[in-house]
């Protein structure tokens, strides 16, 4: 199997399903560290991949973004254009969420009054998550006595680090290292080996203006920049058992330690792409009704932490999961409807404009 250019096509591909499926990633291996701040104690996808859960799913977005950005980028060639459809895209959701926890969520759980509450310095830092960078975690009196205290939405820390990666393909782009699919390759591996050889010294970086923090950037962008590649090389992939063998072998090395850990970055690729356009696994429809993914990822946080935080009795893993898919979904599908897809449909009035 190859992709075709109407493959790239939204209903005829999985992207909507296989995004959907890393928010649910990120929601099920959050619930232990929520439920009794710990992890699983034991994660198939660790054992397989070398990443927990939820990493997968974050490394699954990044993945995905770097493949379909790549084609926004190619389709406008617009530095304006192309950053109008990203702003779309994260912001409006974002602010929407983040002002629903100030707003709402805060002053009905907080344990100050509300004159403290919202003249607390804590309030307003949080109120910056809107500018996406330097993110804020807590609200004052809010989710104190949880388990994992203090925490309103921890799955907000990977928005800055995306944003910042369409930044760097805006920069590529600009020089046309985008039109040279072997520049793009060379960029990844450059990446990946400086990674390799100096995650020590790369560890301790942090650009202070932004609060981004290489430690956990490069490995992102390492992600982000293989998804770049895979697209360069869309016409030239072949999908198959043998292609599955291969990762298969790599994930056995990998967990050996005979390899580096983050080699997945090659392999991942392959296996989400085989799926999203796997002739066999057919779900290109499964969009229809709209993309709750990124809703589902923002609100899914707050959610169960709301859960632990009015739940009469201790909750178990799997109840928790049930729970929250239940809770979020409808708040996904709000957020969509109302604030999602509507911000989108400007973006052919302001790109003409």
Not at 29 to 42: E, K, M, R, T, V
Not at 144 to 160: I, K
Request: hydrophobic share 55%; aromatic share 18%; with cysteine.
């Amino acid at each position: 199997m190859m992709i075709l250019d109407g493959d790239l096509e939204r209903r005829s591909n999985n992207f909507d399903l296989i995004r959907l499926v890393a928010a649910l990633f990120v929601l099920i291996g959050h619930a232990p560290a929520i439920l009794y701040n710990q992890g699983f104690s034991f994660d198939p996808f660790h054992a397989i991949f070398g990443l927990r859960m939820q990493t997968l799913g974050v490394c699954v977005f990044f993945i995905v973004s770097g493949f379909l950005v790549s084609r926004s980028w190619e389709k406008r060639k617009s530095v304006y254009g192309f950053f109008v459809s990203r702003l779309l895209r994260i912001f409006p959701a974002l602010i929407g969420v983040v002002l629903l926890s100030v707003l709402v969520l805060g002053p009905c759980l907080t344990t100050l009054n509300l004159a403290d509450y919202f003249a607390s310095p804590i309030t307003a830092k949080y109120l910056q998550n809107i500018s996406l960078y330097r993110m804020y975690y807590q609200l004052p009196g809010v989710f104190e006595s949880n388990p994992h205290p203090g925490s309103v939405n921890g799955s907000l820390w990977t928005l800055p680090y995306e944003f910042t990666c369409y930044m760097l393909l805006v920069v590529l782009g600009s020089f046309k290292v985008l039109e040279n699919r072997y520049a793009t390759l060379l960029f990844a591996l450059m990446l990946f080996i400086s990674y390799w050889l100096f995650q020590p010294i790369l560890d301790v970086v942090v650009l202070p203006v932004f609060g981004i923090d290489f430690k956990n950037f490069l490995p992102l962008l390492i992600y982000f920049s293989t998804g770049m590649v895979f697209y360069q090389f869309r016409n030239s992939l072949r999908f198959g058992w043998l292609g599955w063998a291969f990762c298969g072998v790599v994930c056995v090395l990998i967990q050996l330690g005979i390899i580096p850990q983050i080699m997945i970055a090659w392999i991942l690729p392959y296996l989400v792409l085989s799926i999203s356009f796997s002739k066999k696994i057919k779900f290109n429809d499964f969009g229809r009704y709209g993309d709750f993914s990124y809703g589902f990822f923002l609100y899914a946080f707050p959610i169960q932490q709301l859960i632990v935080y009015l739940s009469p009795f201790k909750l178990t893993v799997f109840p928790m999961v049930m729970l929250s898919i239940v809770c979020t979904l409808p708040f996904a599908i709000v957020s969509w409807r109302l604030i999602e897809k509507p911000a989108l449909g400007l973006r052919s009035w302001l790109i003409k404009s």
